[in-house]
C-alpha cells in the first residue's frame, strides 16, 4: 500500500517552468514503478510520464518530449516532472501514480493515485 500527494502546482505564464513533487508514504515505495498523468476539464486523463522503480527508464507523451523530465528520488520516496517551457494547452490537473501493470501508459492499469495539483499556464 502506498499513499500518494502531489504538490508543486499553480499558475505560470506560457514559456515558464514548474517543477512537480509526489511525495509517497509506505516502506515499499523503491518497489513501484510510477507515472505522471494530467487530466483537462471536459477530456479523460491522458498519460504524461513513466519512470521505472530504478529510475533509468523512462518514457514521455509525445507532446511533452524535450520539456518535461520525470525523475525519482527512493531514498526520500519523491517523484519529480520538471516542466519548462509551458504552453496553455499543458493546463491541467496533474496526478501522480504507482504500481501500474505491464500498460504503463494506460491509466486503469494504476493501483494508487493522489489527489491531484493544478498547473494553469496563461499565454
Known amino acids: 500500500q502506498v499513499q500518494l500527494v502531489e504538490s508543486g502546482g499553480g499558475l505560470v505564464q506560457a514559456g515558464g517552468s514548474l517543477r512537480l513533487s509526489c511525495a509517497a508514504s509506505?516502506?515499499?515505495?523503491?518497489?513501484?514503478?510510477m507515472g505522471w498523468f494530467r487530466q483537462a476539464p471536459g477530456k479523460e486523463r491522458g498519460f504524461v510520464a513513466f519512470?521505472?522503480?530504478?529510475?533509468?527508464?523512462?518514457y514521455y507523451t509525445e507532446a511533452v518530449k524535450g520539456r518535461f523530465t520525470i525523475s525519482r528520488d527512493n531514498a526520500k520516496k519523491l517523484v519529480f516532472l520538471q516542466m519548462s517551457s509551458l504552453k496553455p494547452e499543458d493546463t491541467a490537473v496533474y496526478y501522480c501514480?504507482?504500481?501500474?501493470?505491464?500498460?504503463?501508459?494506460?491509466?486503469?492499469?494504476?493501483?494508487?493515485w493522489g489527489q491531484g495539483t493544478q498547473v494553469t499556464v496563461s499565454s
Open positions: 509506505g516502506s515499499t515505495f523503491s518497489s513501484y514503478n
Open positions: 501514480a504507482a504500481d501500474p501493470g505491464p500498460s504503463w501508459a494506460n491509466a486503469r492499469e494504476y493501483k494508487y
Open positions: 519512470i521505472n522503480r530504478g529510475g533509468d527508464i523512462t
